[in-house]
């Protein structure tokens, strides 16, 4: 058998052509979107419920202070350093990364407060009192 010269017109392509290879990366663009919006949903349920245990532990840390001082602060930054008439202090009893929430808020404080000797509230997502699913508001009290 006689065997033909190799030429570039014999030689077979095994490649992906340019159609191929725009179906396969609008697919992963469908999948990519659909993954994303699944986990954004998670991220926020995550904040969310962390925002609740920080609440708790910044809590603690204010009723740590008012056994030691006496009462609550005043406002929260107390809690950083020493104010100037506070015998029995024994902090900083907290960092100022813990007087935000996972959002990125600030904490809502009141003292006196109107269900205890002091208030601390969590805004949720929004950081706005009021409102409702991730945006709710929790309370020390509750």
């Not at 725009?22 to 419920?49: E, M, P, S």
């Not at 404080?109 to 945006?135: K, S, V």
């Given at each position: 058998m006689?065997?033909?010269p190799?030429?570039v017109?014999?030689r ?10 725009l179906?396969?990366i609008?697919?992963?663009?469908i999948v990519a979107?659909?993954?994303?919006r699944?986990?954004?949903g998670?991220v ?6 962390a925002?609740?245990a920080?609440?708790a ?10 056994l ?9 930054q107390?809690?950083l350093a020493?104010?100037?008439n ?5 902090g900083?009893y907290a960092k100022?990364s813990?007087l935000k929430d ?10 006196p407060?109107?269900?205890g000797?002091f208030?601390?509230?969590?805004f949720?997502?929004?950081g706005?009192?009021?409102g409702?699913?991730y945006?709710a ?5 509750e």
């Amino acid at each position: 058998m006689r065997r033909l010269p190799f030429t570039v017109a014999n030689r077979r392509q095994r490649g992906f052509t340019l159609l191929e290879m725009l179906a396969v990366i609008v697919l992963l663009g469908i999948v990519a979107t659909i993954v994303v919006r699944q986990v954004g949903g998670n991220v926020d349920k995550g904040k969310y419920g962390a925002g609740k245990a920080q609440l708790a532990s910044l809590s603690m840390k204010i009723e740590s202070y008012g056994l030691d001082v006496g009462s609550p602060p005043k406002d929260l930054q107390q809690m950083l350093a020493r104010p100037a008439n506070a015998s029995g202090w024994a902090g900083p009893y907290a960092k100022p990364s813990d007087l935000k929430d996972p959002f990125g808020h600030a904490f809502g404080y009141r003292f006196p407060g109107q269900h205890g000797a002091f208030d601390l509230i969590f805004f949720g997502q929004d950081g706005q009192p009021g409102g409702d699913g991730y945006n709710a508001d929790l309370g020390n009290w509750e």
